[in-house]
């Protein structure tokens, strides 16, 4: 993506984003007479981040920089990337359900397999890792700091 | 001074001490580990203190935030990369120490002037604090309202060289403070009919999601990289590595280096690496030997460590007084003092003296704990450089899951982590900084709060705000400070066009 791309880009998603939380703030009801009200702010925000985005718009359409047409690899492995957030979205989902110690472990190891490569691949080191972490975490939790952290439908 | 008897009784107890001295270890660990941070150390730490006693919670991350501005000389010499960007001006001469040889000196001396720079720093603090918030106890309303914006203009300082991207940075970390009820008149906004958004976003969800998560997704984005191994230069070191002789020569540096950070940490919106630069930048044309600077003297590092680490007293000054936050990690820590019920601001040493003491008190053990086990551990420190990425991060991540529930008890704020380190991965992809997010989340509610209230108290009248001296003064300086960094950007702006360079925009994290 070169710079110029990504700055007419950040400034379409701003605008949109300014537009959205305007329109949303214009149905915040004034309660108190004497105040400005709880909407003033939203829309003062909101149009600080519209008109910040079309001048940011208009700056990139008209003014040339040397950097414009440079582009730039946006990441190095985009897999590696995307399957990460996959695994967090997962690791989120079964928290609860699932509990602490189990979502953990399913998540560290999966995790660390993922970010290591074929030199430093140790699948046994690493579900040793994955298992015992997350068990003394939750140890440390319930008898030291007594706030237990979620169980799940296995019960630990 | 009951309340100084009461601070230290609370900060001399076994439990206290350890925990300081925990935190000061880890903190180095984390400063040490190039890719982890002072900033992500504390943020992963703050949700433990919440089931500690206040004084034993802000002693927690007194000493994470100690160690982890100091524990970045480690790195900056031994692998010539600075665990943190503190450490960037110590890379200059710690480095060529190191190929010559002289690493073990160089760990020492800077170890110990990091020492001498944090106790600077606090003797700082312990004057400065309370004159400045007597001067604080005159605001009312509107002059908050100014200390807000001027607070806001802190973004502009923020920003790298693109105020747009810091602008928009600031402006979406007010919006996420505006979710959830209104202050004054309770209406509920941008809920969407979720009851665990009444009460909006929390800030230690906030910033682990954007200083933390975003960081491991990072790691997930470059793992080839991941495993890439650096080579570790060898030290050996007695002492501190400084003759009593040369110790009396640099007294001069050090002092100057000091008041340098103390200055820089005061003024808002400036961290540790830029006076750490300023600092060997000032020695280096005071010196009389300045072309030997960057082949590897022991006064770059002194003019570097010194700085750096009175930055952190000189940080807490309008953190303390004004509940101003000037960088990222004194953010953090005004959100441990809050969780405790503390509020920032003038009243603090009249409210909450025996904590403020406390920090005080904590700050000075841990800078001792840092100067015993700093040297002390070199040898484990050094080794934990090696401690592979692929294993650390993840293990991180469920730390940061644990850390969010524990703010809470709520998987909804586990959640919310990762839809923050998705905020700021989009922050990481349009280059965009994410220090002035937190900021503009900060600031947000006192700057609505005030408004509101001084508009109340003067019927709806705006001329309140440059009626009021103290309000029309932080406005002025807040226009003054902002053109003056705008014109700052544009300079260097036009400079990098007409040399033909890309303009960087990356930021500065603690």
Known sequence: ?156 | MSVIATALANVFNPMCLFLIWFGTIIGIIFGSIPGLSATMAVVLFLPLTFSMEATQGLALLVGLYMGGISGGLISAILLKIPGTPSSISTVFDGGPMAEKGEAGRALGVGILYSFIGSVFGIVALIFIGPALAKVCLMFGAADYFGVAVFSLTIIAALSGKDLMKGLYAGLIGIALSLVGMAPIDAVTRYTFGNYQLLSGFDITVLLIGVFAVTDIIMAGFNRRTLSNRLQQKKYHLKGYGLSVKEFIQQIPNAFISSVIGVGIGILPGIGGSTAGLMAYTAEKSRSKYPEKFGTGIIDGIIASESANNAVIGGSLVPLLCMGIPGNTVAAIFMGGLQVHGISPGPLIYDKSGQYVYGIYFALLVAAVFMLIFERLGLPVFAKLLDIPKHILLPIIMVMCCVGAYSSNSRVFDVQCVLFFGLLGLFFKVFKIPSTPLIIGFILGSMFEENLRQALQASHGSWSIFVTRPISCAFLIIAVVFCTMTVRKNLKEKKAAAAAGQAFDTSEEEG
């Open chain 1, 1 to 156: 993506m070169t710079n110029k791309v990504r700055n007419l880009l950040c400034s379409i998603i701003m605008l949109v984003f300014g537009v959205v939380m305007f329109v949303l703030a214009l149905d915040i009801p004034h309660k108190i007479p004497s105040d400005v009200g709880s909407g003033y702010v939203p829309k003062f925000v909101a149009l600080c981040i519209i008109v910040v985005a079309v001048v940011q718009l208009i700056l990139t359409l008209t003014r040339k920089s040397p950097d414009d047409k440079k582009k730039e690899k946006l990441f190095d492995d985009a897999k590696g990337g995307i399957a990460t957030i996959v695994l967090m979205v997962v690791y989120m989902l079964i928290f609860q359900p699932v509990g602490f110690i189990c979502s953990s472990a399913i998540y560290l190891f999966t995790q660390i397999m993922l970010l290591s490569d074929n030199t430093n691949r140790k699948p046994l080191l690493f579900a040793a890792i994955a298992i015992l972490l997350p068990v003394a975490v939750d140890a440390l939790f319930v008898f030291v700091i007594k706030m237990p952290l979620p169980k799940g439908i296995i019960g630990f």
